[in-house]
C-alpha cells in the first residue's frame, strides 16, 4: 500500500493499520479473482447476442448454474496466489517440476490433441476416441484394456496413479521404492498409450499423422524420470535442473535418449509406406516390394539394413556419450550421416518405383510415403549430432562458483544446452514437416516459415536498433510487387532483358527495399520513437493505398497473380518448384539459414553493438563518435531488404496477391511476435513468429473459429504481464534488466524506463 | 462556396470525434510516454454500453420533445462515459500496472496493449454481436437541419458533436488546468518521480488519467454510434487516426491533440473534396488517406514535435 497520502483528497488521511491493510488487500486481490472468473465464463460462454437482444449470449453465459464452476475456479485462483509463498519450497524439491510437467503433457495430449486424423470422432481427439475405441471389437484386446473397457476412465485413472505414486515417493523422502515404482510404471503406462493408439491406426487403416499418443508417452516418460530422480536425489534439492544434471554428466545422452525413442517408434511402431487404403510398417513395406524389382540394395535395406544402421549408430553414439570418447564421437557421427543417407536414398528408391507404377495416385518420388522413414532419420540426425558434440566436447572443469558470480555461472551452464537444443531444432526442422498433415504443411509454408523471416528481419529494426516500426509489411509488399513486375505479371511490363525467375528477383527485390527503406528513413529518423511509429504506419498504408489504387501499373485491387514458381537452372543444378508444398519449406529453410547466419555475425558485429548504444541512449552514443543517423538507416535498410526477401518468396509461393495480404494489421502482428518472442534476441524473434503463427491454427481444433483472435489477445496479454521480456529474452538484455523479479519501490517504476523506442 | 462550408461543417464533425479520442492518447502519453494502442477498444466498448443504455429507455422512431432528446443525449454521453471509463481503469490495471512493477521494456506495454485490444474487440464481438452495421434507435431526427443559412446546413445530429466535443474539451482543459486533479497529473507528466516525492500518489493519477481518457472515448463511442453504425470492429480506423492527430498536435499536449483532431478531420474532407482538383480528377478520393499521411509526415519533417510541442506540463 501507498505511503504517499493523496494530494487531490487533501491530505490528512491517518493511516489505516497493517491488519486492516492487509484485509483490504485481500478483499482486492478476491474480487479480482471473481472478475477473472467472470470473464472466463464470458470467453468460454454462448456466441452472440442477436440485434433485437443483445444480452443473450450475457445471460446464457452468466445466469446459469455453470457460472458456478467458474466461481469455483476464481477462488481456487485465490486461495493459489494467497498461499503461494507456502507451495513455493515444496516447488523446489527433488522432482516436483518434472512430475508438473509430465503430467501437464499427459494431460494436453488427453484433451488437446488428436489422436486419429479421422475427423468424424470430435475431431479424433482422445475424448472422442476413447470410448468408441473401448467398445469396437477387432481392436486388440490390450489395447482397449487402454482406452477403459474395465473401468470408464481408465486412462485418466492410470495418469492419477502414477502422478500420485511419485507424488508420494516425493511426500515420504526415505523411500526410494516408491519413486522406483511410480517411475517405471509411468514408462509402462506411456509405451502402453502407444501401442494403444498404433493398434487403433492399424484397426482404421488409413494415413495418420496424430500426435497424441506420442506426447503422451513423452509425458508418461518425463514422469517416470522424475520419479526415478525422486528416488535416486533421497531428498536433495534439485534445484540445477535435470537435464542439466544429465547433460554435465555426460553431454550428448539426453541426445542419444531422445535419438533411441524416436528410432524405436520408427522402425517398430511407424508406418513406413502409406498410401490411402494401408499403412504398412517397414516389414510390410519389404514384403509389398519383394519381387517388384526393387534394387538389392534397398530390398536388404528394408529387411535388415535399416536396424543394423540403427543399432550400430545407437550403441556407437551410446558409448561414445558415456565413454566421453572423441574417436567414437566422429565414428558414430560419421556413420549416423551415412545411415541417414541411405535411409533416404532407400526412401526415394521405393516410393519412386511405387510412382512409377502410378501407384495410388502417386506423382512422383517422395510421395505416400509414411512418417516412418521420417522419424528414423530424425532419430539419425539427433545420434549423428550427440556423436559430434561428445568429439568437440572439450573437458572444461567448472570451478565451484562463488556465491556473488552463480548468476554468471547460471548462465554459462544455461548456454550449454544450446548445441544440443540446436541438434533437436535441425532434426525436427528437416524432417519433422514431411510427417505432418497437408495441412500443417501449408500453414507451415504459407504462415509460420514466412512470418519467421519477417520477424528476423524486423528484429533487427525494433530488438536491435530499438526503432518502432509499423510499417514492416510495406517493404514486404515492395517486394511482392518487384517479384510480380520482374515476372512479368503486372500491367506494365519490364524491359525483355529483365524478365526473370522469382528467385533471381531476390537481388533486384534486395536492392529496392535497401532504397525504400533508405528513402523513408532519411528524412524521418530524426524523429523520436512515437514519432517513428506513425510516420512508418502511414507508409505502410500508402504503399497499400497507392498499390490499391493505381490499376494501369499495379492491377490495382485485383492484384497480381500467375507468378510462376521458383526455379534454379544452374549448370548440373535444375530444380523447379511446383505443387508439392514440402519443396517450399525447404527452400525457406535455405533463406532463414543464410539470414539468420548472418544477422549471427551481424548482432556481435562493431555496428551490432552501435545499434545496442543507440537503443540505450542515442545522446551517449552520438558523443562516442557513432554516427547515429548512418546506423539508424542501416537499420532500417536491413530489415527492409530481409522483408523484401521474404515478399520475393511469398510472391512466388502463392502464385497471386492482393493488395489485402498487405494491411496494418499484419505490421502491428509482426511487430507482436518480435517483442513476444524477446525483443533483440534472434531466437527469440523465430519463437515468438512461431508460436503466435502456429497457436491459431491450433486453436482452430479447441475453440470457435470466431473466438480465436480473442484467445490470441489473452495469450499475448498474459505473457505480457507474466513475462514482458519475451519468450526467450535476448541476453544482453536480460544482463540489463538484471532480476526481473526484483520488487521496485513504485516511484522508481512509475514510469516505464526510457527505453529509445 | 455553400458546398465548401457544407465540407467545413462535415470536416469538423469528424474532426470533433477524433480530438475526443485523440485526447485519451495525449493524456496517456503525457503520464506514461506509452501510446495506449487499445484506447480504440475503449471507444467501442462506449458504443456499445450506451446503446445498452438507451435502447432500454427509448425506441425506434420515438420521437420526444425536445427535452426528452436532451435527457437521452445525457443518458447516453454519461453512459458511454462510464463504460469507457470503466474498460480503460480495467486496461489499467491488467494490462499496464503489472508491467510497470516489473520494469517491463516500453515496447512490452505497446504488445500488451495490442494483445488487449484483440480480446477486448472480439469478447464484444462474440457477447454482442459481429455485425459491422448496428444501428442505435432513430429517436430523433438526425438529419433535421438546425442551421440552414444560403444554402450550409448543420444538421441536427452535427450539431450535437461539435457542441457536445466541444463542451467536454472546454470541461477537460478546466480540470487539467485548474483543479488539484489536473496538477497532479500534470506533475506526474512533467517528472514522475519528482511527483512522488511531493506526496502524490503516482499509481492513482495514472489510473485517474486513464478514467478521464476512458470518458472521453467512451462518450465519442456514442457520439459516432449516434452519426454513423457501431461494431466491435468500429474502434480501429478511428483509433489510428485519432493517433495520428494526436501526433499531429504534439503527443502529449492536450490542446494540441484538440487542434490536430480538428486538423486532420478537416484534411480528410477537404483535400478530396477542394474544388480545382476535383475538376480536373487530379486526385479521387481514394487518396485521401495518402494526402492525409504525407501532410502529417511534411508536417512531422518541418516540426519534429508536433504542431503545439509535445509536452503535457507545458500546456499549461
Known sequence: MSTYTDVTKGGGQSRRSDAAEARIALAKRFAGCMFLAFVLALMIGTQEGTQDDFGYAFRKSVFAPRIGIFALIGVAVFLAVTFWPRIVPYLSRAGVRPLAAGALTVVVSFTLLNWTDSTDLNNGKFGGLRPAAAQTGGIDPVARLFFGSAFSLTPWLLLLIVVALVAAAIRFEDSSTLGYVGGGLAIVFGIWAQYAQSAVRSFLDYPDHSTGAGVALLGFVTIGVSGIVVARSHGKADSGGFFQRVYDWRPGMPLVALGAVVGLVGLFSAAWFSPTDRNAGIGLTSTMFHGTGLSGFSAAYLAWLAYVLFFATLILAGAASYLRHHLLGWVAAGLGVVSLLVTLYVMHDFSGLAAQSKFDGATGAWDNLGTGGWMLCGALTVLAGAGYLVARHEQVEVPDAAPGVSSDAALAAGSKLGPALLVVIIASALFFPPTATQFWQTVLVTEIGIYVLLAIGLNVVVGWAGLLDLGFIAFYAIGSYTTAYLTGRLPVKPPSFLELTPLAAIPFAIVICLVAGVLLGAPTLRLRGDYLAIVTLGFGEIIRVVANNSTPVTNGSRGAFNIPPPEIHIGPLDIKWGDNVLGYWYLLLVFVVIVVLLFNRLEHSRLGRAWAAIREDEVAAQATGINTVRVKLLAFAIGASTSGVAGVYFASQIGSFTPENFILNNSILVVAYVVFGGMGSLPGAMAGAAVLTWLPEFLRDQVPAEDRQMWIGAVILLMMIFRPAGLIPARRRRAELGGLDKKDSSETTAVPAGEGM | ?316
Open chain 2, 1 to 316: 462556396m455553400h458546398e465548401f462550408l457544407n465540407y467545413v461543417v462535415l470536416g469538423l464533425t469528424r474532426g470533433s470525434m477524433y480530438a475526443l479520442i485523440a485526447l485519451g492518447y495525449t493524456l496517456v502519453y503525457g503520464v506514461l510516454q506509452l501510446i495506449n494502442f487499445a484506447h480504440s477498444e475503449v471507444f467501442m466498448s462506449g458504443a456499445f454500453g450506451s446503446y445498452l443504455v438507451v435502447n432500454a429507455v427509448t425506441h425506434d422512431g420515438a420521437h420526444p420533445a425536445w427535452y426528452g432528446v436532451i435527457g437521452i443525449l445525457v443518458l447516453g454521453l454519461g453512459s458511454g462515459a462510464a463504460v469507457g471509463a470503466a474498460v480503460a481503469y480495467g486496461l489499467e490495471r491488467v494490462a499496464y500496472r503489472p508491467l510497470r512493477r516489473r520494469g517491463a521494456p516500453k515496447l512490452a506495454f505497446l504488445i500488451s496493449a495490442i494483445g488487449a485490444s484483440f480480446f477486448l474487440s472480439q469478447l464484444a464481438g462474440k457477447l454482442f454481436n459481429r455485425l459491422n452495421n448496428n444501428d442505435f434507435p432513430t429517436y430523433f431526427n438526425v438529419n433535421h437541419h438546425v442551421v440552414a443559412v444560403a444554402g450550409v446546413t448543420v444538421s441536427l445530429v452535427q450539431a450535437i458533436i461539435i457542441v457536445s466535443a466541444l463542451v467536454m474539451m472546454l470541461f477537460l482543459d478546466t480540470m487539467v488546468n485548474r483543479t488539484k486533479l489536473g496538477s497532479s497529473i500534470r506533475a506526474v507528466a512533467e517528472d514522475a518521480p519528482t511527483a512522488a516525492l511531493m506526496g502524490i500518489d503516482i499509481d492513482k493519477t495514472i489510473a485517474r488519467t486513464f478514467i478521464i481518457g476512458g470518458a472521453l472515448a467512451g462518450a465519442a463511442g456514442f457520439l459516432f454510434g449516434t452519426a454513423y453504425f457501431f461494431s466491435n470492429t468500429m474502434g480501429f480506423i478511428p483509433g489510428v487516426k485519432a493517433f495520428a492527430a494526436a501526433v499531429l498536435g504534439g503527443i502529449g499536449n492536450i490542446r494540441g491533440a484538440m487542434l490536430g483532431g480538428m486538423l486532420l478531420g478537416l484534411i480528410e474532407v477537404l483535400l478530396p473534396t477542394f474544388p480545382w482538383w476535383h475538376a480536373t480528377g487530379l486526385i479521387g478520393i481514394q487518396w485521401t488517406d495518402v494526402v492525409a499521411f504525407l501532410i502529417l509526415v511534411l508536417i512531422l519533417v518541418l516540426r519534429p514535435t508536433g504542431l503545439l510541442g509535445e509536452k503535457l506540463g507545458r500546456a499549461a
